[in-house]
C-alpha cells in the first residue's frame, strides 16, 4: 500500500508521491497545482500563483478557458476515442479544414499526433518521403524535442548526455543569435547567419538534404528572435539544395508572438509546419501541416498514431483557436508591446539585464555578469545564477515566471495571451525588487 494514502492530499503528499514512484525530472522551481484558472494556478493549501509561464508555453487562453472545457466536455459525452486511421471523426475533420485557413499560405493537409515532439519527427518523415533525401539542417541552441529523432536535432548538449544517438543524418548551424553573434564580427546585423546556412549545407552534408529546421523565435535557446530577412534567406537556401524548410512552431505557434503564427511576422510560408503545446490549451496534441503537395507524398500506412486525432483534443484546439482568434491574440500583441517597453527600460537601468527581447508575449531578459566574458569574448558572461535567484524570489512573491535558455539565464515571460496589464506590471514591479535584491549574489 501507498505510504501516502493515508494522509490527506496536500502540496507535501503530492511531492513526495512523486519523489516515491514518478522519475526524477528537473524540479527547481515546482508550484503543486489543485487548479487553475486564466492567469492563476492554485495549490493544495490555497496559495495563488500568477501564472507568467503557462505551464511551458501552453495554456494561451487561459488555464481553464471555459469553453474549451465545454467543448472537450461535450465530446466526452459522445466519444472519447477512435483511432482516425480506423474511424475518421468530425472533430479532427472540422480541425483539419480550420489548420487550412488558419495556417499561411498553401499549407493545407495536417497529420495529428499527441504532441511537439512528434509533430517533429513526422514532420521530418514527410520531408524525406517528399524530397526522396535523408539529412537535416537544424540550429545550435535550437530545441525540437527529447524522443530520439527530435534529440538528434536539438542543438544543446544538455538535453542529450548519453542519451542522443551517436549516428545521425543531422548537421548544425549557428543561429541568428545577434546578442552573442559570432558572424558580424560585431558590426551591424549582416544576416551573414543566414549565409552560413549555404556554407554547412556545402560542407557538411552530402548533397543529400531533405530539410532545414528551424524555430522560429528559438524558445527553450533563450527567447531569440532572428533578425529580419533570416527566414526568408534560410527558406531561400533549403530550395536552392531541393530542401523543405520545416517551421517548427510548436513554442511560437498559436498566438503567442501577437500573431497567430511566428512566421507571419517574417511572412515566410513554411513547406512543413510542426505545431503542439498551445493547439488546445492544455489538452495532449500536436500537428504537423503541409502543403497537398507536400502532403500527399505519404501514402496509406506511412504514418500512424493511435491516439493521434483524438476528438476530444481536437474539439478542444476547435474551441481554443476560436478564442485565439476572438481578440486574445490581439491582447498578446497589444500587451506584448507594452511589457517590452517595460523590459527595455529594465535593462536600460541595470547593467545585469545583458537584452531584454521577444515577440508579442513570447519576451526574455538574458542576466548577465559584467566581471566576466561570456563564449567568444562577446558579451558579459551569461548569470544563471541570478536567473535563479530571480525566479525563486519571485516564487516566493506567488509569481511563476519561466527561467531557460542555452546559458540558463534567461527569464521567460510567456504568460497565457489573455493576461492584463496590471497583471503584467505586478509581475515587472517584483522583478524589479528581485533584481535589486539579488544583482551583487552572483560575485559573492
Ligand atoms: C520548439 C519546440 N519544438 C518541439 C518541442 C517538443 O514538444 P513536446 O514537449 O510537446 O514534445 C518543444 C518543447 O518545448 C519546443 O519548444
Not at 115 to 125: L, Q, W
Not at 266 to 280: E, L, T
Not at 415 to 420: A, E, G, K, R, Y
Request: with cysteine; hydrophobic share 40%; net charge negative.
Amino acid at each position: 500500500m501507498s505510504q501516502q494514502a493515508d494522509k490527506p492530499v496536500s502540496n507535501e503528499r503530492v511531492e513526495a508521491q512523486y519523489e516515491e514512484y514518478l522519475m526524477p525530472i528537473w524540479k527547481s522551481l515546482n508550484v503543486p497545482i489543485k487548479r487553475a484558472s486564466n492567469c492563476t494556478v492554485e495549490d493544495f493549501e490555497g496559495n495563488e500563483y500568477l501564472d507568467v509561464f503557462s505551464g511551458i508555453s501552453v495554456t494561451n487562453a487561459g488555464h481553464n478557458n471555459e469553453a474549451v472545457v465545454e467543448a472537450a466536455k461535450e465530446q466526452l459525452d459522445e466519444f472519447v476515442h477512435g483511432c482516425t486511421y480506423v474511424h475518421p471523426n468530425e472533430p479532427a475533420a472540422e480541425l483539419g479544414e480550420k489548420l487550412a485557413e488558419t495556417t499561411p499560405g498553401d499549407l493545407r493537409k495536417s497529420f495529428f499526433c499527441n504532441s511537439g515532439t512528434e509533430a517533429v519527427e513526422g514532420a521530418i518523415k514527410l520531408a524525406r518521403k517528399y524530397t526522396g533525401s535523408k539529412e537535416v539542417l537544424a540550429l545550435e541552441m535550437s530545441f525540437h524535442g527529447r524522443t530520439l529523432g527530435s534529440l538528434a536535432l536539438t542543438g544543446n548538449k544538455a538535453y542529450k548526455s548519453e542519451m542522443a544517438p551517436t549516428i545521425n543524418d543531422v548537421a548544425h548551424v549557428a543561429p541568428p543569435y545577434a546578442y552573442r553573434c559570432q558572424m558580424c564580427d560585431g558590426g551591424p546585423c549582416s544576416c551573414a547567419c543566414a549565409e552560413d546556412v549555404k556554407h554547412v549545407i556545402d560542407t557538411h552534408t552530402a548533397d543529400d538534404l531533405a530539410a532545414v529546421i528551424v524555430e522560429p523565435v528559438l524558445g527553450e535557446g533563450g527567447i531569440i528572435v532572428p533578425p529580419e530577412g533570416w527566414l526568408s534567406r534560410v527558406k531561400e537556401i533549403a530550395h536552392d539544395h531541393g530542401a523543405l524548410l520545416i517551421v517548427d512552431e510548436v513554442q511560437a505557434g498559436y498566438g503567442r508572438t501577437g500573431e497567430m503564427w511566428a512566421s507571419d511576422h517574417f511572412d515566410v510560408v513554411p513547406d512543413i509546419m510542426p505545431q503542439a503545446k498551445g493547439i488546445a490549451n492544455g489538452l495532449p496534441l500536436g500537428a504537423f501541416t503541409a502543403s497537398a503537395e507536400v502532403a500527399d507524398a505519404f501514402e496509406s500506412g506511412d504514418h500512424l498514431s493511435t491516439f493521434g486525432g483524438n476528438p476530444v483534443a481536437c474539439a478542444a484546439a476547435l474551441a481554443t483557436i476560436e478564442q485565439l482568434e476572438d481578440g486574445i491574440v490581439d491582447n498578446a500583441r497589444e500587451q506584448g508591446a507594452w511589457l517590452s517597453d517595460q523590459l527595455a527600460e529594465l535593462e536600460a537601468e541595470y547593467d545585469v539585464v545583458g537584452e531584454a527581447r521577444g515577440l508579442g508575449l513570447m519576451q526574455g531578459i538574458e542576466l548577465v555578469d559584467h566581471s566576466g566574458t561570456g563564449p567568444m569574448d562577446v558579451a558579459p558572461a551569461p548569470d544563471a545564477k541570478l536567473a535563479k535567484h530571480v525566479a525563486k524570489h519571485l516564487r516566493e512573491e506567488k509569481i511563476i515566471m519561466g527561467v531557460g535558455g542555452f546559458h540558463s539565464n534567461v527569464l521567460r515571460f510567456q504568460p497565457p495571451l489573455t493576461i492584463s496589464q496590471k497583471q503584467l506590471s505586478r509581475t515587472v514591479d517584483a522583478l524589479r525588487d528581485a533584481i535589486e535584491a539579488h544583482r551583487g549574489d552572483s560575485s559573492a
